[in-house]
């Protein structure tokens, strides 16, 4: 059985390398103004995935002080293509800006529910709350990430799977409440891909916290919501590589084309 579409972080060429701790404050300057006009347009993409597009971003707008402005011509700040063969992703908040007005800053290669408001979300500045410090309860089962992650229809590299599946943002960078099983912004995975059984559905929806986080980030067009979880303290790094139950672990290979060494230790 194949893994199931992921979608993943973009980030503009001036950074060379996985973004550290420092260079993640970065986000804290990824938010648009509340009341911006973003324009939107497309490259390629039929009337019905257009469509997906648009409703995806009223629904943000309901909550959102912020607005998607649909081109007819021209080149919008937003550019969105439809390659199936390059997968799900959107660069994150105002990276859009330093991107080459002839290339896209969104692709939606998954034609599934909720990928375009997932993907709209990223380019408001949202994260995945898998990454987030704050609660979360996921215990990953990397061999088997890496395994599946590595083969169709993701095909990603080791330090893809690692950026995107395991680092976590700094405290300091995150809204820090809890961890947000309904969240539009994290990834539905099976079983098999923790250590304890812990999965997640996929979700087409903003869930309240997304609701919450969106009419707070960008103020104005609703009255935000009180918050009804405390702010929770990060808990103790849980994501250490496993080492499985036969004493064998997951040390070097080709993560691409999904052949690794699994080696004896202890």
Not at 72 to 80: A, K
Not at 83 to 101: C, E, F, H, V
């Amino acid at each position: 059985m194949n893994a199931p579409c992921m979608c993943f972080d973009r980030y503009p060429p001036a950074v060379k390398s996985l973004p550290t701790v420092e260079r993640l404050a970065l986000l804290t300057t990824k938010m648009w103004t509340p009341g911006d006009k973003l324009t939107v347009s497309f490259f390629g993409g039929s009337a019905l995935q257009r469509q997906h597009v648009i409703d995806a971003a009223r629904r943000l707008m309901e909550v959102a002080n912020v607005d998607f402005v649909f081109l007819d011509s021209g080149i919008g700040t937003i550019r969105i293509a439809f390659n199936p063969s390059l997968g799900a992703w959107s660069y994150i908040g105002k990276d859009i800006l330093g991107i080459s007005k002839s290339q896209p800053t969104m692709n939606l290669g998954f034609d599934q529910p909720g990928t375009y408001t997932h993907e709209l979300t990223h380019s408001l500045g949202g994260i995945h709350e898998h990454q987030s410090p704050f609660g979360n309860p996921i215990r990953w089962n990397r061999p088997q990430v890496y395994h599946d992650l590595s083969g169709p229809p993701n095909n990603w590299d080791l330090a893809t799977i690692d950026h995107n599946m395991f680092e976590h943002y700094s405290e300091t960078l995150t809204n820090g409440t809890a961890f947000d099983p309904q969240s539009i912004m994290l990834y539905s995975f099976p079983a098999s891909w923790t250590i304890d059984g812990f999965h997640v559905e996929p979700n087409a929806v903003l869930s309240d916290a997304d609701k919450r986080w969106l009419a707070t980030k960008y103020p104005g067009r609703v009255a935000p919501p009180p918050p009804v979880d405390p702010p929770i303290k990060p808990l103790p790094p849980v994501n250490p590589p496993v080492k499985p139950s036969d004493g064998t672990i997951m040390l070097s290979g080709d993560f691409t084309h999904g052949v690794y060494e699994i080696r004896k230790v202890g």
